[in-house]
């Protein structure tokens, strides 16, 4: 009697640590949702944050649209200016070659007068230019013939006058000319140096242009990349907030069907306690003791950390000792440490029934077992618990 009453109250305090654990793992799971929840929060004020940045920088691209429109219009002066720089430079160079060519002429008539002038001068020095006036006109034959020598001394010394003068004008030409070419070329030096100048300033603007627009893709890609990175954030946690609602439900699912087991196992317990008391004690011999009654058992006894595990959690479908678990589903059988459960015995699991120690795993270590379910969802319903074993044989 009083080892009945030690089972029953050992039973009693099983059961009723079975809904503080999952009550823990349910506080655990809703404390996980409650975790994803404000990582989802995090992201989406980032997400916000970001789409923020990308309206500022809208706005920035078209504030840098905006100067990318100047400074082409900019460019296109600068260009319509070297145009006209250039055109100047050309008329520029064609005055001057017109010059030169023009002087070309000038100093080979001077060049020209400049040998006929000279034997002029060496005639006159010869003889005294009054003296050969003299002489002309008096060695003439007639009063007709006096004037015709008159008329052409005159005209040979208004000749004379007049190439003098044309080869002074012509000199003086050539060095106006000149004048003319030295202004033309520092002219032509200052354009120059404007078109150098214009020139720079073209290449800036359009360095400027184009700084201007690699910055702003390349602000932009990056932008775009953080909120497709933050958006994909978004959807895994999302999906991991739905899996945690699964699971959440399920463990509800599971509590409840735990509630209606513990609802019968009481009431069984106190019927138990009942037919006790007002029952003589049965033989330990009897045969209607049932498979799972530890007290028609004999063998050592242990308390291990059970976990619940089927074919549908596993990769591999054999066991240690060769059982196919796929193909024997429903068959009992619990995996565990060889060096606290012999492997191949008989073991007698509290709640599960009598089952054979037919396979090992890498985090089954000292006090533990799994304990094999025809599926996950019996699996889930087992959960983890704590039990009483027999080793039979």
């Known amino acids: 009697m009083r080892a009945f009453k030690q089972t029953i109250a050992t039973i009693g305090i099983l059961l009723l640590s079975l809904p503080i654990t999952f009550v823990a793992n349910a506080e655990s799971t809703k404390d996980t949702l409650n975790r994803a929840n404000e990582q989802l929060e995090q992201n989406q004020q980032t997400i916000l944050q970001k789409e923020k940045e990308q309206q500022d920088l809208n706005e920035e691209v078209k504030t840098i649209q905006e100067t990318v429109q100047a400074l082409d219009q ?51 020095q010869q003889s005294d230019r009054t003296t050969i006036v003299i002489e002309t006109i008096v060695n003439s034959e007639s009063i007709g013939n006096f004037f015709e020598r008159v008329g052409a001394v005159a005209t040979l010394l208004d000749a004379d006058q007049k190439i003098v003068d044309q080869q002074e004008a012509d000199i003086k030409q ?25 020139s720079a300033e073209l290449e800036e603007n359009r360095l400027k242009r184009n700084q201007a627009l690699v910055a702003m893709q390349k602000k932009y890609q990056t932008l775009s990349a953080e909120i497709t990175l933050a958006e994909k954030e978004k959807s895994t946690i999302q999906s991991k907030i739905t899996s ?45 003791r049932k498979d799972n009654d530890s007290s028609s058992k004999s063998g050592k006894e242990l308390y291990v950390s059970a976990t619940a595990y089927s074919h549908e959690d596993t990769k591999n479908d054999v066991t240690y000792l060769g059982y196919n678990i796929k193909k024997n589903s429903n068959m009992k059988l619990i995996a565990v440490d060889p060096g606290v459960i012999p492997l191949g015995s008989k073991v007698w699991v509290e709640g599960y029934g009598v089952a054979i120690a037919g396979d090992t795993g890498g985090a089954i270590i000292g006090h533990k077992i799994d304990v094999l379910m025809p599926s996950s969802a019996k699996a889930l319903q087992w959960g983890r618990k704590t039990v009483k074993i027999i080793i039979l044989d």
């Open 74 to 124: 900019e460019i296109a002066s600068n260009e319509n200016s070297l145009a006209e720089v250039e055109t100047k430079v050309t008329e520029i160079q064609k005055l001057i070659e017109q010059k030169k060519d023009q002087i070309v002429l000038l100093q080979d008539k001077v060049y020209a007068r400049e040998d006929m002038m000279e034997q002029r001068l060496v005639a006159l």
């Open 174 to 198: 050539i060095e106006e000319d000149k004048k003319e070419i030295d202004q033309q070329e520092q002219l032509l030096v200052n354009k120059q140096a404007e078109l150098e100048l214009k």
């Open 244 to 288: 945690i609602q699964d699971q959440i439900n399920k463990e509800e699912e599971a509590a409840k069907a735990r509630a209606v087991q513990l609802a019968k196992a009481k009431k069984e317990k106190e019927e138990a306690v009942v037919q006790q008391t007002i029952a003589p004690p049965k033989s330990t011999s009897t045969s209607t």
